[in-house]
């Protein structure tokens, strides 16, 4: 038997009649770009987590480079992330010419450390940097501390854009992530929690002015038509394909969000005690894009996954090395006192199958596969 990390096939197999019959429609009327199921997606996808605009894009990092081109990040800026995250978070900070400030994560949550964020904002300022702005990630689906971070970004007079890649479909205090932040974004990378058949991406938000300007920015800044260049933008548009096929996989959303956090509580309960397991705060709820245990003092995790591995169970580490340790980013500033909680988790985090077809018969293999290795 072959456990899947994350297995599509068997939302495939739930839903395919209607994706083949949303895939037939788009070809029949042959509007492939910016056609009839973008715009249907985008109101459904606003109703979801209510915000009041929903743009999609081409990819989850499109989507973060089109938000901070709505603010107008620019040279001389400081822009915080956290380092323990995927690398587009980093990434589209320098192409907007602001620099990249790093951020070190909670041991707890893994999420960014609002104290770490004051620390690195007086840092920045001693740089002769602008605090201009700071993407918290909803890392393995949980989202961030949101009111603490707005509180710090509003103090500062800096904006908030959410890196929902993989936190969307969670929920903080009675918000859903999307509706989050000056703008949140997300990504429909085909192994996310909402993912697509290939690539895609969105932003949401509330300020008409940012949506009118992230309208432009993604159709080559256009003014009021597609020859008026009002502004230097980008191409990053969600093929009408995709939209069709995320109409089917947003339907059957709701529900598998119920099923992914039974396959959580299944694991938690069964491992807790024996090895760090994710804490999730009662005021919020956790997508679980990643299931992600932490070693304790003691656990040798490339012992442990290699054991698993042996039994035919999949595990990865999400992420070895962390931005401020990378060749590309190992320059950009961090706070004097480094990022210990960052450095500490690359060495002791490691994912286990996550998806809501996970029955508990292989949750159960995965549980014994992984109680043996511990022992
Ligand atoms: C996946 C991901 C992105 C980028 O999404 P793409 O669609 O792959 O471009 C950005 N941020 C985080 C945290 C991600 O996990």
């Not at 715009?39 to 973060?64: I, M, Q, R, S, W």
């Not at 990504?187 to 290939?198: I, M, N, R, T, V």
């Not at 059957?252 to 090895?275: C, H, K, T, W």
């Not at 690359?346 to 998806?355: A, G, I, R, Y």
Request: with cysteine; net charge negative.
């Amino acid at each position: 038997m072959t456990i899947a990390f994350i297995d599509l096939a068997a939302q495939q197999a739930r839903i395919k009649d209607k994706i083949d019959a949303r895939i037939q429609t788009v070809l029949a009327h042959g509007k492939y770009i910016m056609g009839p199921e973008v715009v249907e997606l985008e109101g459904k996808l606003a109703a979801f987590c209510g915000a009041k605009h929903a743009l999609t894009c081409a990819n989850g990092t499109d989507a973060l480079q089109l938000a901070l081109m709505a603010l107008e990040a620019k040279s001389g800026d400081a822009v915080f992330c956290p380092s323990f995250t995927f690398a587009a978070t980093a990434e589209i900070v320098p192409m907007t010419g602001a620099t990249p400030v790093f951020v070190d994560v909670r041991p707890d949550s893994y999420n960014m450390d609002p104290e770490s964020l004051k620390a690195a904002i007086i840092h920045a300022r001693s740089l002769g940097l602008n605090p201009a702005g700071v993407i918290p990630v909803d890392l393995f689906g949980l989202p961030a501390d949101y009111d603490e971070i707005e509180t710090i970004a509003r103090e500062n007079g800096m904006w908030v854009v959410a890196d929902s890649a993989q936190g969307f479909g969670g929920t903080y205090k009675a918000r859903t992530t999307g509706s989050i932040g000056d703008i949140a974004t997300t990504s429909f990378f085909p192994a996310k929690p909402l993912g697509c058949y290939g690539d895609g991406g969105a932003l949401f938000t509330s300020n008409d002015a940012l949506a009118d300007k992230i309208r432009s920015f993604r159709v080559h800044g256009k003014g009021s038509h597609k020859y008026d260049n009002a502004r230097i933008g980008i191409n990053s548009r969600l093929d009408t394909l995709q939209a069709a096929i995320l109409l089917e996989k947003l339907a059957i959303f709701p529900d598998e969000i119920i099923a992914r956090q039974r396959v959580a509580a299944r694991y938690n309960e069964a491992l807790a005690g024996l090895i760090e397991v994710p804490r999730v705060g009662n005021d919020r709820s956790s997508i679980w894009a990643q299931y992600t245990l932490r070693t304790r003092a003691g656990q040798d995790r490339d012992a442990i996954m290699a054991a698993l591995k042996q039994a035919g169970i999949p595990s990865v580490v999400y992420y070895p090395l962390p931005l401020h340790r990378q060749t590309a980013y190992r320059d950009f500033p961090q706070p004097p006192g480094g990022l210990p909680q960052s450095e500490a988790l690359s060495q002791s985090v490691f994912s286990l199958p996550m998806h809501p077809y996970l029955d508990e018969e292989t949750s159960d293999t995965v549980i014994r596969g992984l109680k043996a290795a511990l022992s």
